[in-house]
């Protein structure tokens, strides 16, 4: 009854979706030019090929998916693969990073008429769904066309599960979707479960999987050819409120280290301007990334307020910050700058990373601290005696590396289910 209430609702909401998309992409959070993906409407034609379907939330869900993407990829050579998600951020990040036979489309708006568009343009051979994103209509709507799905790294959050459960039925249905669901922890699994969905496991983070962060060598040598012999450190992934913690940790530490350079990447590049103006108010020296510069003899604060970098910046610097654990964000992946063999520090708010962040700990591959002071404390400590952190960082190589072959793994439990989808389909108009 829930669901039907809900399906009705947003069936009669049209006006009232259309002006919220509209107000995002006045806001820059949507893509004018394909404002019709939103709605259901196929950017591209589908292809002969069988479609594999994977969606992702955002960046880090579908930077993820990558390794899996490419996998299979090369043991389906009849197949193609789409990849959905939300943020113009990741849809400019999946252009640049998607294999041959791979594209990206916006997912649509949880409308029922723009769902049933979707998918009966697309007709996906197997849908692959990542981490939290429940969206009741599309579920569904694919649970009632019998399309095999698979959920990874699931997750469900003890007050989202609070939440679920006073519409249990709901849940059920909706989670019927998956045959079969990957969560990342004990506790995700048992939730889960309670919820109503079926064959639930437990499997390390895909994110483990992922391929290292790309770079371009020759922006890298500039890079460290500007930056010379001075200490370095780098808060990566940051939110509001964030750099200004970053801005009072350099002027704590400077007072011990002169030549500190400091680099800030935001979460979102556009606060780029923002965050500089942020950061020359504390009467630092900043320069811009996304303004061509690149930090000179007297920048304290460099900005690098650019797409798809951090590969880059983690191979450049040794001391990492990783943002969106000090707000209340629920932190951000730790596992890239671990691959690197940097000395990786976080505050206390991980909580979307609670499994992923307990390795790290548990493996002396990180250090977590209670607030900013503490925050501080720990970098001058890291700053002036790297040799005795880079136990730190060669744990977090080793760990990462040790828990990379989860995407072998995985595989070998999806390939029956992939073989099963994909038999009779090399075809299809």
């Known amino acids: 009854m829930l669901l039907k209430i809900y399906k009705t609702m947003m069936q009669v909401s049209t006006p009232l979706l259309e002006a919220y998309l509209q107000r995002r992409a006045e806001r820059g959070k949507e893509d004018p030019a394909r404002a019709g993906e939103r709605r259901g409407q196929p950017g591209r034609a589908k292809g002969p090929n069988p479609l594999v379907w994977f969606h992702a939330a955002s960046v880090g869900e579908s930077l993820s998916l990558l ?78 066309r019998k399309i095999p799905a698979v959920l990874l790294n699931g997750r469900m959050s003890e007050p989202s599960f609070k939440r679920w459960q006073w519409v249990l039925a709901s849940a059920r249905r909706i989670l019927s979707a998956f045959a079969l669901c990957f969560a990342q922890n004990d506790a995700e699994a048992h939730r889960l479960t309670a919820l109503g969905a079926e064959n639930v496991c437990v499997s390390s983070n895909l994110k483990y999987g992922a391929p290292l962060l790309p770079v371009r060598e020759a922006d890298l040598a500039a890079a460290k050819a500007a930056a010379g012999s001075r200490k370095l450190l780098l808060f990566a992934s940051t939110h509001p409120g964030e750099e200004e913690i970053a801005a009072e940790a350099h002027l704590a530490l400077q007072k011990r280290f ?63 910050v990783v943002g969106g654990s000090f707000a209340d964000i629920g932190g951000h992946n730790p596992i890239e700058p671990g691959q690197l063999g940097c000395i990786i520090i976080y505050g206390p708010v991980m909580y979307n990373f609670i499994t992923i962040s307990d390795d790290f700990l548990a493996a002396n591959a990180a250090i977590q601290v209670k607030d ?22 060669d744990a977090a190589r080793k760990m990462t590396a040790a828990k990379s072959r989860v995407l072998d793994d995985l595989m070998s439990t999806l390939k029956p289910l992939l073989d099963a989808a994909l038999a009779g389909r090399a075809t299809a108009p």
């Open 67 to 144: 390794a899996l993407i490419a996998r299979v990829l090369k043991d389906y050579p009849e197949c193609s693969v789409m990849v959905t998600t939300g943020t113009v951020t990741s849809a400019k990040l999946m252009a640049e990073r998607l294999p041959e036979r791979a594209f990206h489309q916006y997912m649509p708006v949880d409308h029922p008429v723009w769902v049933a568009r979707f998918l009966d343009h697309w007709r996906p051979a197997f849908v692959v769904w990542s981490e939290s994103e429940f969206w009741p209509n599309m579920l569904t709507e694919i649970a009632k």
């Open 258 to 320: 002169p030549d500190l350079l400091t680099i800030v990447v935001p979460r979102h590049p556009a606060r780029g301007a923002e965050v500089a103006d942020l950061i020359k108010k504390k009467g630092l020296r900043a320069a811009r990334r996304a303004a061509g510069a690149l930090p000179e003899e007297q920048t304290e604060v460099y900005v690098a307020d650019t797409m798809g970098e951090l590969g880059l910046f983690y191979r450049l610097c040794n001391v990492v």
């Open 372 to 393: 900013a002071n503490a925050l501080q404390e720990a970098l001058g400590l890291a700053l002036e005696h790297p040799a005795s952190f880079a136990s730190h960082a």
